[in-house]
């Protein structure tokens, strides 16, 4: 499929699954509490609702780093849907959040302003693992291109289990479920207001929650990119890691946020990065075979990437083909 | 549609309760109830919430705080006193620290008595909050698709409770501006603002039967003073400021010099006086923040 095309389905249905995820996760949060929970299509109830409301701010330019937090969400789903460089959608997410953070950091509340520093916590715990994932993926498949990825003949995972896992506990952060809700307090702990989003109401708060539909769908994305090569197994695995971070958000209390960031940098040091050891280990004896795969997935590579993106992938690629 | 009544967000307030009907109040969230299954959350920050739920009756501790959520709640909103405590006083009515039900500080929307309000009845009211919450959107969205005709008219003394409301939405907006909570505008009481009518003519902004803007003005000598200009803050920016100056002016034929007052770091209204033709002429310290600029024009 083109990947023009691919954006415009992107673009299109990520709000609509997000938003019915998003549904889904409360009505299954609401089972697991024995109670009947909203209708699926509650988020997008919400999010009309708040379309119809006073838009109240502190200073207008916090509306503004929201409406680029939402672009930005959008230009990194676009980028990964439309099989781009995978180093450049990382640098696209991060930008993202980053700019969620300024926006809090703009409406000067004590509440938004631990949000925002929880938030920036939050980043430093999940990136190493995230830039992991991208190198492991990278040590199997010889490109960061998502597009080469996807059409890799082999089962990622198998290669990457650790990864895997570590890209898992990402997840539970990215998706700010407990353990790791600490910038931004959903469900009925109230001890920072709202956290990151406190000092935002009314379209921008809607803004917001589209941002995360879109950013979910992004992620579930990735998810199904360690089972690229069985697409039906990818599907029900996204699926399955869903519901799976719903039941850890039911079952766990939150954590510390000390306590958050050793952990996420532990498992990113175990899982993550003692897989692309074992990796690296493993492919270091045929070396002289592997450079010249190397040499061809690279022009592969640089074909789908834009050019101002071309270049630092490929000193990357570089580098890592040398350190193998 | 406006979503508004499938997705009622709640904030929840404890003024000054036995914790009787808050206990009452979170146990609709329990399994048994579950309110969520009607789209409510228990949100915790005003700037999310459309309905206020306060239990318990006001004291001088509690009636900033009351004020104070209720400012910072976005419109649309609703308030739904809980329990006889809430809606009257109930039996700490005569009690020298209490000034009464939450009505004595905000308006109120629906009232549910009880001792505790059981949480059957607390579903039920915040049912029918949709229903208020539903009507005050579409007043509203039929006054902005109503704007070009707006009327301007005098003010009677029975619109003194509507122009009192109005004039705290619009005087919120410039406490903002100012970072000060203790404007005379928001101070006002009732009984003041109709006394005030014996003495001042008062021009309001009609649209629909709703009132969204007001202005008063009072002769002095050969001077009539322009003062209190109010405009609800979803009508600003639609001149609206402007023509009830114009309109006030009207009503003092004899009047030939016209003054007006405003604070400084409110450079909206400024403007809006710079516009109907009116010049600096005086200042003077209110607070640290504030000055008063004194504005004054001559009859052409």
């Known amino acids: 499929m083109n990947s023009w095309i691919r ?15 998003a549904g889904w996760d409360r009505r299954i949060s609401a089972r697991m509490q024995s109670r009947q929970g909203p209708p699926i299509r509650q988020p997008f109830y919400d999010v009309q609702k708040l379309w119809s409301k006073q838009n109240i701010v502190v200073r207008r330019s916090q509306n503004f780093y929201i409406g680029f937090f939402l672009l930005m969400v959008i230009f990194t789903g676009a980028l990964f849907f439309g099989g781009s460089d995978l180093l450049l959608v990382i640098f696209a997410l991060t930008l993202a959040a980053i700019f969620f953070v300024l926006g809090a950091y703009k409406a000067s509340s004590p509440y938004s302003f631990i949000g925002a520093e929880r938030e920036l916590i939050q980043i430093m715990a999940y990136e190493p693992m995230v830039l992991l994932t991208a190198i492991g993926m990278y040590m199997v498949t010889k490109s960061f291109a998502v597009n080469d990825i996807a059409n890799h003949p082999t089962l990622l995972v198998l290669a990457l289990p650790g990864v895997f896992l570590g890209f898992l506990y990402t997840l539970e952060i990215k998706f700010r479920k407990s353990p790791f809700d600490l910038s931004c307090s959903h469900h009925a702990h109230q001890e920072l207001v709202r956290g990151i989003t406190t000092e935002f109401s009314g379209r921008t708060l809607a803004l917001i929650e589209i941002a995360h539909w879109y950013e979910n769908v992004f992620l579930l994305g990735w998810v199904y990119l360690f089972f690229a090569s069985m697409p039906v197994l990818g599907v029900a695995m996204s699926l399955f890691v869903f519901v799976f971070v719903i039941l850890v958000d039911n079952v766990f209390a939150r954590l510390k946020w000390q306590t958050a960031i050793r952990s996420a940098w532990i498992v990113a040091a175990v899982f993550g990065f003692g897989n692309i050891l074992v990796l690296s280990l493993l492919s270091a004896k045929p070396a002289i075979p592997a450079a ?9 590579a640089s074909r789908t990437v834009p050019a101002a993106a071309a270049t630092p992938a490929l000193n990357n690629a570089n580098v890592i083909a040398q350190r193998n | 549609m406006s979503g508004l009544s499938k997705s009622p967000w709640i904030i929840h307030y404890d003024a000054s309760s036995c914790n009787g009907c808050d206990i009452e109040v979170l146990a609709c969230l329990t399994p048994i109830f579950d309110v969520e299954r009607l789209g409510v959350v228990n949100t915790g920050n005003p700037k999310h919430a459309d309905i ?54 905000i308006p109120v929307d629906v009232y549910v008595p009880g001792c505790a309000a059981r949480p059957e009845a607390i579903v039920d009211g915040v049912v029918q909050a949709l229903g208020v919450l539903e009507q005050k959107h579409k007043d509203t969205q039929a006054a902005v698709s109503n704007m070009d005709n707006v009327l301007y008219l005098r003010a009677e003394k029975s619109d003194a409770p509507d122009i009192l409301a109005l004039q705290k939405t619009a005087g919120q907006c410039e406490a903002e501006v100012y970072n000060e909570e203790n404007l005379p505008a928001l101070q006002q009481t009732l009984g003041e603002l109709q006394n005030d009518f014996d003495q001042a003519v008062f021009i309001k902004a009609v649209v629909n039967g709703k009132i969204i803007g007001s202005v008063r003005g009072q002769t002095r000598d050969d001077t009539a003073l322009v003062s209190g200009i109010s405009v609800h803050p979803y009508f600003q920016r639609h001149d609206i400021g402007r ?19 405003t604070g400084q770091p409110n450079k909206r209204s400024l403007h809006l ?14 607070t640290p923040a504030i000055t008063w600029v004194y504005l004054q024009k001559e009859r052409q």
């Open chain 1, 7 to 21: 954006i415009l389905i992107y673009l299109v249905a990520a709000p609509i699954v997000g938003g019915l995820l």
């Open chain 2, 273 to 286: 006086l710079g516009r109907a033709g009116y010049q600096e002429f005086k200042t003077e310290p209110f």
């Open chain 1, 292 to 300: 010249p795969a190397a040499a061809i997935a690279q022009p592969a």
């Open chain 2, 52 to 105: 206020f739920l306060v239990t318990g009756a006001v004291n001088e501790q509690s009636r900033d705080v009351i004020r104070n959520i209720y400012n910072q709640m976005p419109e649309p909103k609703v308030v739904v006193a809980v329990g006889i405590c809430a809606s009257t006083g109930g039996i700490f009515r005569e009690c020298y620290n209490i000034s009464g039900g939450i009505d004595s500080v």
């Open chain 2, 243 to 261: 023509r009830l100056v114009e309109e006030v002016e009207k009503a003092f034929p004899n009047a030939k010099r016209f003054e007006a007052f």
